[in-house]
């Protein structure tokens, strides 16, 4: 069965930290970019970062440029998300979903060119 399961979320304070996984299972991530994303309540889902297959190509939406981090480690099969400086406005359920794609392809953050796997969420909430 091909599954993404994400994990780390969780309450934390303003400016704090949390780190995010995306495990796969079923199926190996080398050949699949990874994205990242979030949807708070009422808002509709919004891309926040993503990784290609290499991990040649990062990009991040401008929201979060300069306080999270993606990176994957695929001998365990598994891409983190590091966020740093949380602000309230990060508060969200956080997806990661995989898309099939080459290894010179770039990453996108647009969460409908991601046709492949979607996990289940995990939600983080920032609040003092």
């Known amino acids: 069965q091909f599954q993404l399961v994400e994990s780390g979320g969780g309450l934390v304070q303003p400016g704090g930290s949390l780190r995010l996984s995306c495990a796969a299972s079923?199926?190996?991530?080398?050949?699949?970019?990874i994205g990242w994303f979030r949807q708070a309540p009422g808002k509709e889902r919004e891309g926040v970062s993503c990784?290609?297959?290499?991990?040649?190509?990062?990009n991040h939406a401008d929201s979060v440029k300069g306080r999270f981090t993606i990176s994957r480690d695929n001998a365990k099969n598994t891409v983190y998300l590091e966020m740093n400086s949380l602000k309230v406005e990060d508060t969200a359920v956080y997806y990661c979903?995989?898309?099939?794609?080459?290894?010179?392809?770039?990453?996108?953050?647009?969460?409908?060119?991601?046709?492949?796997?979607w996990g289940q969420g995990t939600l983080v909430t920032v609040s003092s």
């Open positions: 079923g199926f190996t991530l080398d050949y699949y970019a």
């Open positions: 990784i290609s297959s290499s991990g040649h190509s990062i």
């Open positions: 979903a995989a898309v099939r794609s080459g290894p010179f392809e770039s990453c996108t953050v647009k969460p409908e060119r991601y046709l492949g796997f």
